[in-house]
């Protein structure tokens, strides 16, 4: 069973950032995709950003596209989220998820396991 587990959510002033950490256990980290997705309240889940598990190249939403950078450390279990300049749009829970295959995609639908969430909140 896999288990992710989110940390680095906090109250950030707008233009502020904040890097967000999900740390994986039980079965194997590298050679599958992760992703970031969020919800704000009253809307859909959405896509933020991806990372491949076979080259490490990265897709991102176009909301985020220049000021989020995602990565991962497949020694330490764990992806990463850096998020600069911050809105007051990018308010939401941010959950990290994985998915089986090693493949980039932005629909959560594809995603086989997913954390508990970590709440981001930025004050204009």
């Known amino acids: 069973q896999v288990q992710l587990v989110e940390s680095g959510g906090g109250l950030v002033q707008a233009g502020g950032s904040l890097r967000l950490s999900c740390v994986a256990s039980?079965?194997?980290?590298?050679?599958?995709?992760l992703a970031w997705f969020r919800q704000a309240p009253g809307k859909e889940r959405e896509f933020v950003a991806a990372v491949s598990g076979s080259d490490g190249s990265t897709l991102y939403a176009d909301s985020v596209k220049g000021r989020f950078a995602i990565s991962r450390d497949n020694a330490k279990n764990t992806v990463y989220l850096q998020m600069n300049s911050l809105k007051s749009e990018d308010t939401a829970i941010y959950y990290c998820a994985r998915r089986d295959s090693p493949y980039l995609i932005n629909r959560a639908t594809f995603f086989n396991y997913w954390g508990q969430g970590t709440q981001v909140t930025v004050s204009s």
């Open positions: 039980g079965r194997t980290f590298s050679g599958h995709a």
